[in-house]
């Protein structure tokens, strides 16, 4: 970790960044203990290697894993319980992708509120080629991205995006040469790191609330936690360091 960014590397290079069971079960653990960490202001979330952010499931496992109905059942299980680890984090989470970022490896990089792109990655959804049924969870983050037409022709197709198709359909933010990805990414999430913790939560939860159907819960949540920041310390400090012509020095407090 450096200046409040934490880097989490999906690492199954001999497979292509493969997301195997064992990864799957890790990630909600650990998005758990970034989210109680207070010293981490951004988590980067990348592939090792330049080949592929990830490749998708690992195929090797679905004779065993995804075939019967009862295994189905369990990795379906374990699937749902990573999508909803994704909420615990209301820190700002940032896509670094090189490479390939396809099937579950794309459903992945959606959880990111920000996805940076290599010129030479490409996206696809594979499904169609596979004979297996897409999850709806991962349909529905797409839909709400691209929307129904581009996420038919990308499901439909089962075939493989180019960066500049990717951005040019909203599916990432930005697309850089890949000589430069990972410093465009870090200056991205540094500077991001470096605003108000308490103000960018609350974005992050509002922006979450505002995205889909959401309950009084929700809604209460991130009304709580616009509230907070202007009872903060940071609040206070941003008004001093503006006056000052300064740059403020935020706690999250």
Same mark, same amino acid.
């Given at each position: 970790?450096?200046?409040?960014?934490?880097?989490?590397?999906?690492?199954?290079?001999?497979?292509?960044?493969?997301?195997? &069971? $064992?990864?799957?079960?890790?990630?909600?653990?650990?998005?758990?203990?970034?989210?109680? $960490?207070?010293?981490?202001?951004?988590?980067? =979330?990348?592939?090792?290697?330049?080949?592929?952010?990830?490749?998708?499931?690992?195929?090797?496992? %679905?004779?065993?894993?995804?075939?019967?109905?009862?295994?189905?059942?369990? +990795?379906?299980?374990?699937?749902?319980?990573?999508?909803?680890?994704?909420?615990? =984090?209301?820190?700002?989470?940032?896509?670094?992708?090189?490479?390939?970022?396809?099937?579950?490896?794309?459903?992945?990089?959606?959880?990111?509120?920000?996805?940076?792109?290599?010129? $030479?990655?490409? %996206?696809?959804?594979?499904?169609?080629?596979?004979?297996?049924?897409?999850?709806?969870?991962?349909?529905?983050?797409?839909?709400?991205?691209?929307?129904?037409?581009?996420?038919?022709?990308?499901?439909? &197709?089962?075939?493989?995006?180019? @960066?500049?198709?990717?951005? @040019?359909?909203?599916?990432?933010?930005?697309?850089?040469?890949?000589?430069? =990805?990972?410093?465009?990414?870090?200056? =991205?999430?540094?500077?991001?790191?470096?605003? @108000?913790?308490?103000?960018?939560?609350?974005?992050?939860?509002?922006?979450?609330?505002?995205?889909?159907?959401?309950?009084?819960?929700?809604? @209460?949540?991130?009304?709580?936690?616009?509230?907070?920041?202007?009872?903060?310390? $940071? +609040?206070?400090?941003?008004?001093?360091? %503006?006056?000052?012509?300064?740059?403020?020095? %935020?706690?999250?407090?």
């Amino acid at each position: 970790m450096a200046d409040a960014v934490a880097v989490v590397t999906l690492n199954n290079p001999a497979k292509r960044n493969a997301l195997s &069971s $064992d990864m799957r079960a890790a990630l909600p653990v650990l998005l758990e203990a970034l989210q109680a $960490d207070d010293r981490v202001r951004v988590v980067v =979330l990348t592939g090792a290697g330049d080949k592929a952010f990830a490749s998708g499931a690992d195929i090797s496992e %679905f004779a065993d894993r995804r075939t019967s109905p009862e295994a189905r059942a369990e +990795y379906d299980r374990a699937g749902e319980a990573l999508n909803r680890s994704w909420t615990v =984090l209301d820190k700002p989470l940032i896509a670094m992708i090189r490479g390939f970022c396809i099937g579950g490896g794309l459903f992945t990089a959606l959880q990111a509120d920000i996805r940076v792109a290599a010129d $030479d990655s490409q %996206f696809g959804v594979p499904a169609a080629r596979l004979g297996l049924g897409p999850g709806m969870f991962g349909v529905t983050t797409l839909i709400g991205l691209i929307g129904p037409a581009q996420t038919s022709e990308m499901l439909f &197709s089962a075939r493989r995006f180019s @960066a500049p198709e990717a951005l @040019a359909m909203g599916l990432v933010n930005r697309v850089v040469p890949a000589a430069a =990805l990972r410093e465009e990414t870090m200056a =991205l999430a540094q500077s991001i790191a470096a605003n @108000a913790p308490l103000t960018v939560a609350a974005c992050k939860v509002a922006i979450r609330a505002a995205g889909h159907s959401a309950g009084p819960e929700d809604l @209460a949540r991130a009304q709580a936690m616009i509230e907070a920041c202007f009872r903060s310390d $940071d +609040y206070l400090e941003g008004q001093r360091a %503006f006056a000052e012509k300064r740059a403020p020095a %935020f706690t999250g407090r």
